[in-house]
């Protein structure tokens, strides 16, 4: 099998990072970066800005075009395998061999197991030269929600809380505001940036008024922002109903809540009528809805019972608790997971991927919850 050159991996390092300069665009398509590369020059280079706009193996090529160069015999250098069927745009190994290449450099493969190496196998049967298995963890690492959609079909949840050293996410009398720090909320716009949506329950909305929009860079913007609130309380002047983003916001009410009330809420922002579990929404109906849609990863940030129904149902899949060094006790104040508990550490959810890491003054957790 082909082996890669110094010169490839440096290049497949160079398209990974172009592929993370559309973070938060391309959903629900992958991101990807190419580079097309002759001895170790690079000829063009693209990135995919977003759905229904050309992949990157098609913008590397018109970008060597337009520096003048013929990719003809060079080596096109890809974070994900190429597609090799028709959806938005036309197949990119049609392109690929159209433009000649000699040799392609790839990092992971489709993980759609209907098409997962396909594209490979249309290449290599036209003749041109296939490396796979190059810089894979990182170029794997790109995608985690779009990996995860593309073959459960559901969104890969994460659940984000910042608390204190005692687990509260609130003092008794509801004061939240700030208990991490400057550098924590950084990162917090970071994880939402990276999500399709934002996901909270109606206590959040009634104790703080949220917004759930990203600002970074001196702008402001959101994805999806997601409100579960079964029996439509959510106040007609609260924020994520009367911001400029209000039409990015879904609120998930449940089937017997009030017509009045869901027909205020439908007037001001998206509506969908969720069933109920044992008086609840159903977070299990809810996942495979926002999957039908096309929503991949989707970041939960309470409060306390959201979080302890998505574990309790098995639904998330990894946290980022940030821990502040504070501490404000009370037996009534709210922790990051609520609900009846466990009965046996054997029950309990475990973590794996461990990682820690500092932001100021406070601590990230950041890890993989063990499901099975």
């Known amino acids: 099998m082909a082996k890669e050159t110094p010169k490839e991996s440096a290049a497949m390092r160079r398209a990974i990072v172009l592929a993370r300069r559309a973070l938060g665009n391309t959903s629900p398509n992958p991101l990807v970066g190419a580079v097309v590369i002759r001895n170790g020059r690079i000829l063009g280079e693209g990135y995919h800005h977003r759905a229904g706009h050309p992949h990157a193996e098609i913008e590397a090529i018109r970008d060597c075009r337009d520096r003048g160069h013929d990719p003809r015999g060079a080596t096109l250098v890809v974070t994900l395998e190429p597609c090799s069927t028709t959806g938005r745009t036309p197949p990119c190994t049609r392109a690929i061999l159209e ?8 990092g992971a493969i489709d993980p759609n197991p209907d098409h997962a190496g396909r594209g490979l196998a249309l290449l290599r049967k036209a003749g041109v030269e296939v490396v796979e298995g190059v810089c894979t963890e990182e170029a794997e690492a790109l995608n985690p929600g779009f990996n995860h959609w593309i073959v459960q079909r559901r969104p890969l949840v994460t659940l984000k809380a910042g608390m204190t050293l005692d687990g509260k996410i609130a003092t008794t009398q509801g004061d939240s505001r700030w208990i991490t720090g400057e550098a924590s909320r950084r990162v917090v716009m970071r ?11 109606i206590g959040t909305v009634l104790a703080d008024d949220p917004q759930l929009t990203i600002r970074r860079g001196g702008t402001t913007r959101c994805g999806l922002r997601i409100v579960l609130d079964s ?18 916001t879904l609120v998930v009410v449940g089937e017997r809540a009030a017509k009045a009330r869901v027909d205020r809420i439908r007037s ?9 579990h044992e008086g609840r929404i159903s977070l299990s109906a809810l996942c495979s809805e926002l999957g039908r849609r096309g929503i991949t990863s989707v970041l939960v ?16 899949h990894r946290i980022a608790f940030f821990y502040a060094p504070k501490v404000v006790g009370g037996r009534e104040a709210p922790r990051s997971v609520g609900g009846i508990g466990w009965e046996s550490l054997e029950e309990a959810p475990r973590l794996d991927r461990i990682r820690w890491q500092a932001h100021g003054d406070d601590l990230l957790l950041t890890a993989s919850i063990r499901i099975g």
């Open 301 to 316: 940030e309470g409060g306390g019972e959201v979080h302890a129904g998505f574990l309790r149902e098995r639904l998330a």
């Open 99 to 106: 433009a000649g290449f000699r040799r392609v450099v790839v």
């Open 268 to 276: 001001l922002a998206k509506v969908w009528v969720a069933p109920l």
């Open 191 to 201: 994880l939402r940036q990276e999500h399709d949506a934002v996901l909270v329950g």
């Open 231 to 248: 029996k439509a309380r959510i106040p007609a002047t609260s924020r994520l109903l009367t911001d400029p983003f209000a039409a990015n």
